[in-house]
């Protein structure tokens, strides 16, 4: 698999629970619990992983100093399971279907139907500026995704997140930071 694209069953199917329950796992000392929060955030981060954690950082009040409240881990781990809740069905149908093929002798990643879908559950509203991602809660935006995807909506016709129209061509979206295609670009 070339270019860097992730695809759907790389959503950290195994491995994102066992670093959300480091995270919450109150006997551990804070920056380690932090570091598993970003850990889970390289299985799945809606808008790659430096916006995401931006996103939840500001959002949930992350301090610098963890030990000044903890609990804010939490808070960023609830919003993000959430997200990826939504985003999980897909993704294991993704990739029982990838799994289908192989057995079948198809190596070649199956063609998808939206261009969204087809690294959909890691980066699916790629934000390549970390500080510009849309300011509404993770599931609100992914599920906006999903629900455009589902719908075969016209990525370059306007922003999917947002509702842009004044898109600029393989350019970050001027409002929300999104950018068509996501972060393989492929339109
Ligand atoms: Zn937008």
New binding site residues.
């Given amino acids: 698999m070339g270019g860097g694209r992730r695809l759907c069953d790389h959503a950290g199917v195994t491995s994102f629970p066992a670093h959300a329950r480091r995270v919450r796992d109150e006997t551990l000392d804070p920056r380690r619990r932090r570091v598993s929060l970003r850990n889970c955030l390289h299985d799945f981060a809606p808008y790659g992983f430096p916006a995401t954690w931006h996103h939840l950082a500001t959002a949930h009040r992350i301090p610098r100093r963890i030990e000044a409240d903890p609990s804010s881990l939490d808070r960023a781990l609830d919003e993000l399971e959430t997200a990826r809740a939504l985003v999980l069905p897909r993704a294991v149908a993704f990739a029982a279907q990838r799994r289908r093929q192989k057995r079948e002798g198809r190596r070649r990643v199956p063609a998808t139907s939206h261009p969204w879908d087809s690294w959909g559950c890691h980066a699916i509203a790629y934000c390549p500026d970390p500080d510009k991602h849309?300011v509404e809660p993770l599931p609100v935006v992914v599920g906006r995704v999903l629900d455009a995807g589902a719908e075969e909506i016209d990525p370059a016709g306007r922003?999917?997140?947002?509702?842009?129209e004044d898109r600029r061509p393989l350019r970050a979206?001027?409002?929300?930071?999104?950018l068509p295609g996501g972060r393989a670009n492929p339109l």
């Fill in positions: 849309p922003c999917l997140v947002c509702g842009d979206c001027r409002i929300c930071g999104v």
